[in-house]
């Protein structure tokens, strides 16, 4: 399995709501990654996972919460977010956060697209 | 600060005209150079990795070379299934998070 996937591929929540995306992979990677990416932007880091351990949190404001409940999984709860919030969020995973590790290695899921009305 | 630029932001081709894409960097210290083809409302596909000056890589009609200051991306021939974003990107030299820095991209739209 050579996957990162990502659930669910689409969605639309009001400015009230609490939601969670998920990500999951099974390639043993122990670095994993919340980016977010505006349309005709590139990616841009969120946070950073390294051994199920908060290791970069890159000033995101306090609606969105990160947690890695195990090796495989990574979940970002979404909270009182806010029509600018909107965007496609991907998910990505390295063998390692070590320098060497992650050589050419990243691996993206094809994201969640985030709608908030 | 690592920084990486990317010429030009949009190229149109017609099918079979071959083109370059251009991605400068400015970093500490390079630890490899990656490249991406990202399709509308997807992930990133990773291409290549290049690690050092000279070092070139290919696939299909994609070629992939770096200079110490510049990465380029030949595409050969193209068709319209190479329609897409490519984007490149740098690891930066500090060991923590692995977090990559990406230039912003070069939409390419190849018309049969």
């Known amino acids: 399995d050579t996957e990162v996937t990502q659930t669910p591929k689409h969605l639309v929540m009001g400015m009230t709501n609490k939601k969670s995306l998920k990500c999951e992979q099974h390639m043993g990677h122990r670095a994993m990654y919340w980016y977010k990416q505006k349309a005709k932007k590139p990616p841009e880091l969120m946070f950073v996972y390294s051994y199920e351990k908060l290791s970069i949190n890159e000033s995101v404001p306090s609606r969105f919460s990160p947690e890695c409940p195990n090796s495989s999984l990574l979940n970002l709860h979404l909270h009182a977010l806010q029509p600018e919030d909107s965007a496609l969020y991907l998910c990505?995973?390295?063998?390692?956060?070590?320098?060497?590790?992650?050589?050419?290695?990243?691996?993206f899921g094809s994201g969640t697209r985030l709608t908030v009305v | 600060e690592d920084q990486v630029t990317q010429s030009p932001e949009a190229l149109r081709l017609q099918e079979g005209e071959s083109s370059s894409l251009n991605c400068s960097y400015t970093?500490?210290?390079?630890?490899?150079l990656f490249w991406y083809r990202q399709d509308p409302g997807k992930g990133p596909e990773f291409l290549f990795t290049?690690?050092?000056a000279g070092e070139e890589k290919e696939k299909e009609r994609l070629k992939a070379t770096l200079t110490k200051k510049e990465s380029f991306l030949h595409i050969t021939a193209p068709k319209p299934e190479d329609s897409a974003t490519y984007l490149c990107?740098?690891?930066?030299?500090?060991?923590?998070?692995?977090?990559?820095?990406f230039g912003g991209g070069t939409r390419v739209l190849v018309k049969p």
């Open positions: 990505a995973s390295t063998p390692g956060p070590i320098r060497g590790q992650g050589r050419g290695s990243y691996t």
């Open positions: 970093v500490s210290g390079l630890r490899g």
């Open positions: 990107a740098v690891p930066p030299i500090k060991a923590a998070g692995n977090k990559l820095t």
């Open positions: 290049l690690y050092s």
